[in-house]
């Protein structure tokens, strides 16, 4: 997958999370994702799972398309 998507994706979900207050280590205990794991998601180093797009979109309490929003544009 291209670094641009990654990053983006990565971007989408850190600016969600400070959206909602919430800090690495909340998220990381609310949905059971790997504390170095989420780090690595919103430093877009990692690909993302539609498991995880779909924990993090319930957790914002958002859709996942906000979570992937201009990745394709």
């Given amino acids: 997958m291209n670094l641009r998507y990654l990053r983006q994706v990565g971007l989408n979900i850190r600016s969600m999370r ?3 207050g919430l800090r690495q280590i909340d998220v ?3 949905t059971g994702l790997n504390h170095r794991h989420y780090q690595n ?3 877009g180093k990692v690909n993302v799972t ?3 797009l ?3 979109a319930k957790l914002f309490r958002v859709k996942i398309e ?3 929003k201009d990745v394709c544009s």
């Fill in 18 to 20: 400070e959206r909602c």
């Fill in 41 to 43: 998601i919103e430093a």
């Fill in 50 to 52: 539609v498991e995880t």
């Fill in 28 to 30: 990381q205990e609310k």
């Fill in 66 to 68: 906000e979570l992937v």
């Fill in 54 to 56: 779909c924990k993090l």
